[in-house]
């Protein structure tokens, strides 16, 4: 039976290009920014592990259903998705993938032009651009980039991790906007009122 995993250094490589990317625009000062950062790398490292590496979910569900599952080998990895699993088909499993990789791409293009708007902000407030919609882009960018992931190779463990990086990164966005509170006052509190957070044109 093909076993298509065991691909470390595809492990080592995406994950590696994943990071530098964050770390080249998110660029984490604090402690409390850098335990979030480490959870995101967690979230990625089990992602791809369980993409090339070692299919610790496909595994857990062959040995509950056995061989009963709609694909005949679950190891290759045209099959590892798990909607393919769950007898969808390959094409569409195919194009699920793709709608996943957009969203990973879309999260990509969201942090950059965010990291862009602040460098050219020297320190002070921006509230134009992207920022005129959404006061944390950076954190959307992220949130994108694993709901892309999600839905291109969902695992359990990254299912698991995923509402944890969330409550994360609102509260490293909570403790942010502090910050910026006691350094802009009523003009950031302004902002607020008039720029959502996470969602654009969603202001909660």
Same mark, same amino acid.
């Given at each position: 039976?093909?076993? %298509?995993?065991? &691909?470390?250094?595809?492990? +080592?490589?995406?994950? @590696? =290009?994943? !990071?530098?990317?964050?770390?080249?625009? /998110?660029?984490?000062?604090?402690?409390?920014?850098?335990?979030?950062?480490?959870?995101?790398?967690?979230?990625?490292?089990?992602?791809?592990?369980?993409?090339?590496?070692?299919?610790?979910?496909?595994?857990?569900?062959?040995?509950?259903?056995?061989?009963?599952?709609?694909?005949?080998?679950?190891?290759?990895?045209?099959?590892?998705?798990?909607?393919?699993?769950?007898?969808?088909?390959? %094409?569409?499993? &195919?194009?699920?993938?793709? +709608?996943?990789?957009? @969203? =990973?791409? !879309?999260?990509?293009?969201?942090?950059? /032009?965010?990291?862009?708007?602040?460098?050219?902000?020297?320190?002070?407030?921006?509230?134009?651009?992207?920022?005129?919609?959404?006061?944390?882009?950076?954190?959307?960018?992220?949130?994108?980039?694993?709901?892309?992931?999600?839905?291109?190779?969902?695992?359990?463990?990254?299912?698991?991790?995923?509402?944890?990086?969330?409550?994360?990164?609102?509260?490293?966005?909570?403790?942010?906007?502090?910050?910026?509170?006691?350094?802009?006052?009523?003009?950031?509190?302004?902002?607020?009122?008039?720029?959502?957070?996470?969602?654009?044109?969603?202001?909660?």
């Amino acid at each position: 039976m093909r076993y %298509d995993y065991g &691909l470390w250094g595809a492990v +080592i490589f995406n994950f @590696l =290009f994943v !990071i530098v990317f964050l770390l080249s625009f /998110i660029k984490p000062k604090k402690k409390y920014e850098w335990r979030s950062m480490g959870v995101t790398g967690g979230f990625f490292v089990a992602l791809f592990a369980e993409m090339y590496g070692f299919p610790l979910t496909i595994y857990l569900i062959t040995s509950v259903f056995g061989y009963r599952i709609p694909v005949f080998n679950p190891y290759q990895h045209t099959n590892g998705h798990l909607l393919a699993i769950l007898g969808v088909g390959e %094409d569409k499993a &195919l194009l699920v993938c793709q +709608i996943g990789g957009l @969203l =990973f791409g !879309i999260g990509m293009i969201i942090i950059a /032009i965010g990291w862009r708007k602040i460098f050219k902000g020297q320190g002070g407030l921006v509230r134009d651009g992207i920022y005129k919609y959404i006061r944390h882009p950076q954190y959307l960018g992220i949130f994108l980039m694993m709901v892309g992931m999600l839905v291109q190779w969902p695992t359990i463990i990254t299912l698991i991790m995923f509402p944890i990086l969330l409550v994360s990164y609102y509260r490293l966005a909570k403790r942010e906007e502090k910050v910026m509170i006691e350094e802009f006052g009523e003009e950031y509190l302004a902002y607020m009122k008039t720029t959502p957070a996470f969602i654009p044109f969603f202001n909660k």
